[in-house]
């Protein structure tokens, strides 16, 4: 007899050694949680690793405050189901502590000011591993990323001084005040990660399918209307009918024009799509070609 995997069983198998490798190779290990679809992804497989044990980690959110509010009451059911402990760090906290500083401007956006009070709970929590749901199709400096991603005694990530990691063997030795990111999900692309929710019947917040969202255009993009995102002159708010490929802060995530109501219409909609989902609905990657990688090589996830 021939056995062999599916591509997505090979692509879960992977994801199970690899989280189970964090586990006994780290001793204090962190799973970041959001609510978004990869990291809803990431906990499954995470159960699905050490069951019936629970995942031997808690789980972290960098709130910004500007969260959409179906994606904060998804974290907050999921976790309560579960019984797991989450740890929530408060950008807002950090602003009023004079930690960081707000930005500005009808374009202002406290994407980037997550990375400081994420390296400051890092270092308050001791944790030398953490857990993400990144993929490598996400994002060109995203396809730089190793499984492992070395990071510095100071959070930061450069891209020419991390760990070969040949035949799948990871190296998780540290000095003290390094540590590791780590992606479980990096071979998958956002089509894989839905069919693995249709396969699994992963539940999902409910602003990935289609719903009616007052909107407005903006950059080329549709903007969700909140009050965290004031309008610019000429600009109007519409109700169309959208869902969101990737959620995020309300002031940088974008949504698209969608019918798509089921898993199964989602994945025929990513099929025939020619942008990627952060191409498609991040502002954030817009401010210049290498966005991501200057707030990666800062500490961001």
Known sequence: MRYELSPLEALEAESLFILREVASELDRPVLLFSGGKDSAVLLHLALKAFWPAPPPFPLMHVDTGHNFPEVLRFRDARVATLGARLIVVSVQEAIDAGRVTEEKGPRASRNRLQTQPLLEAIQAHGFNAVLGGARRDEEKSRAKERVYSFRDEFGQWDPKNQRPEPWGLYNGRLHRGEHLRVFPLSNWTELDVWHYIAREGVALPSLYFTH??????RDGMLMAHSPFLPLLP??????RAVRFRTVGDMTCTACVESSAATVEQVIAEVRAS?????GASRADDRFSETAMEERKREGYF
Do not use: L, S
């Not at 009616?212 to 255009?217: C, G, K, L």
């Open 212 to 217: 009616p969202r007052q909107v407005f255009h």
């Open 234 to 239: 000429g600009e109007t708010v519409m109700t």
């Open 274 to 278: 020619r942008v990627t989902e952060r």
